[in-house]
């Protein structure tokens, strides 16, 4: 069973943007902070950004600052991930995922809530 929908993924060009969304289904997620991950073919699953139930942002690495960005609409249970100035490593499947409490975690075991993941292949 998967709590969380994601979608917007797709084929895009280096440099180009994608909006990927993140639908809960049953769970109260306004109370809840919600984590992007995600994972290339052959790695490990990775922590991308987080955000917290009170909007409070956390990234998990200096190569998505200033291109990636995280939101929360708590009315529609909705999370999106922007992302701008999109590179051929930013390839991947993109999970939604959540520790089930207000705190944000970086480390997928940490993690009591997913997705199934959303793909996103950069390339010209």
Not at 93 to 109: D, H, K
Request: glycine share 12%; proline share 2%; with cysteine.
């Amino acid at each position: 069973q998967f709590e969380f929908v994601e979608s917007g993924g797709g084929l895009v060009q280096p440099g180009g943007s994608l909006r990927l969304s993140c639908a809960a289904t049953e769970l109260p997620t306004d109370a809840y902070a919600i984590a992007w991950f995600r994972q290339a073919s052959g790695k490990e699953r990775e922590g991308v950004l987080c955000i917290t139930s009170g909007g409070e942002r956390l990234i998990y690495k200096d190569s998505y600052k200033g291109r990636f960005t995280i939101s929360r609409d708590n009315a529609n249970k909705l999370v999106a991930l922007q992302m701008n100035s999109l590179k051929n490593e930013d390839s991947a499947i993109y999970y939604c995922a959540s520790t089930g409490s207000f705190w944000c975690s970086g480390q997928s075991r940490d993690m009591r809530y997913w997705g199934k993941g959303t793909l996103v292949t950069v390339s010209s």
